[in-house]
């Protein structure tokens, strides 16, 4: 995926919430291979953009409760799977929350 700065700046705020969660779709799959290689993982970047997700939703709406919620949710795996010393488990991790964002970029 090639991010560039016109398709950044060009974009309307759906297109940069759809962008984020390419993003951390992205970095979720780089950690994959990075588990299935042995090698550390990093997801800052991925928790930063759910970070950033979850700050700019507008918390008027019942539903943004359940969207903060999902938010929090993988952050919370995504630390849990940078602690987690078994590749295994790691990978499992990854493919869950790379499956949650997945079906919101989806929807």
């Known amino acids: 995926m090639e991010i560039t700065t016109a398709r950044v700046v060009n974009s309307t705020q759906l297109e940069l919430v ?4 390419e993003i951390i779709i992205d970095d979720i799959e780089k950690n994959i291979l990075a588990a299935k290689d042995s090698r550390k993982v990093d997801l800052t970047n991925a ?3 759910l970070r950033n997700l979850r700050d700019a939703v ?3 709406y019942d539903l943004s409760k359940r969207l903060i ?3 929090d949710y993988v952050s919370e795996i995504l630390t849990k799977c940078e602690i987690t010393t078994s590749d295994e ?3 499992e991790t990854l493919t869950e929350a790379k499956s949650i964002i997945t079906r919101l970029y989806d929807s």
């Not at 759809?18 to 969660?21: A, E, H, I, M, P």
């Open 89 to 91: 488990r790691r990978e």
């Open 18 to 21: 759809l962008l984020s969660y």
């Open 47 to 49: 928790k930063n953009f």
């Open 58 to 60: 507008d918390k008027k």
């Open 69 to 71: 919620s999902i938010y």
